[in-house]
């Protein structure tokens, strides 16, 4: 005894839909998980650039002080937004700068793509 299932268009259009959305959420999901799982929000709140300037040497000492084992980037930019200075530095790690001019600019902090921190940096040189 072999019965036929015969459904109306509109129940297959319904069930074709939800299927597709249900593919979209777990492939959302999935790619969700890509992310540095040591990162979180708590970690955003615990990091912190430190500036130290030595106007006799005209020198800047950065520190980076962060709860995240990924690798930093600090950028430099004009008043104007023009990138001046772009590296790499290490949590935990001093790193002195010689080469920036007397001024006023505007600093960017990235973990893997995530902004630690950002704002305004006026060097003040003799």
């Known amino acids: 005894m072999k019965q036929k299932f015969h459904a109306n ?11 597709c959305f249900l593919l979209v959420m777990i492939y959302n999901r999935s790619k969700a998980g890509d992310h540095d799982p040591v990162f979180t929000k708590t970690s955003l709140k615990k990091s912190a650039v430190l500036f130290k300037q030595n106007a006799d040497r005209k020198e800047l000492t950065v520190l980076v002080k962060a709860d995240i084992a990924s690798p930093l980037q600090l950028y430099f930019f ?4 023009t990138l001046i200075k772009q590296i790499a530095i290490n949590k935990e790690t001093e790193t002195t ?3 920036l001019q007397k ?9 893997n793509d995530y902004q630690l921190q950002s704002g305004k940096l006026t060097l003040e040189y003799k």
């Open 78 to 81: 004009s008043a104007d937004g």
């Open 97 to 99: 700068l010689t080469d």
């Open 103 to 111: 001024g006023t600019y505007l600093y960017q902090c990235f973990s």
């Open 9 to 19: 268009q509109a129940v297959s259009k319904v069930i074709i839909l939800i299927t």
